[in-house]
């Protein structure tokens, strides 16, 4: 029974090896209703257009009723008297007037900026989209250490 299979794998090999120079021959065209075509440019026109990236916040307070407003935009001034660095963000998510710091692309980035500032504000880490930071462009200068072998 081994044997058989032993022979029956040989010939399947023996048909692949075969049949592989004629595959790496072969070209594949794919078309498309033009539709498709249209619908994937504008998505990728749209996704251009979006700044935020999933990220973390801290929500420090969250204000409903009379003066809500005020008190939101209060508690915004002062925090930026404390910490000018960090972006603050109030948001109105009916009825309540909600003031968020940071852009935070970690929870654990999030969670140690939240322990810095809990003595004065008392707050939350929470999901939600936020405003990253360009990435950083370094310029590369290749040393002449750098030249691989097959370039000598």
Do not use: W
């Amino acid at each position: 029974m081994k044997s058989l299979h032993k022979i029956v794998l040989s010939a399947i090999l023996a048909c692949t090896l075969q049949l592989a120079p004629q595959a790496l021959k072969a070209q594949v065209r794919i078309t498309g209703d033009v539709a498709v075509t249209r619908m994937v440019e504008k998505h990728v026109e749209l996704n251009s257009k979006v700044k935020t990236i999933p990220g973390y916040r801290v929500q420090i307070a969250s204000f409903a009723g009379v003066n809500s407003k005020n008190s939101a935009f209060d508690l915004r001034d002062r925090f930026n008297v404390d910490y000018p660095d960090m972006p603050v963000y109030i948001v109105f998510d009916e009825p309540n007037f909600k003031v968020k710091v940071g852009d935070f692309r970690s929870r654990l980035e999030a969670y140690a900026y939240l322990q810095q500032i809990k003595e004065f504000y008392k707050g939350y880490i929470i999901k939600d989209n936020i405003f990253p930071e360009p990435p950083a462009v370094e310029e590369y200068a290749p040393d002449d250490g750098d030249i691989s072998e097959e370039e000598q």
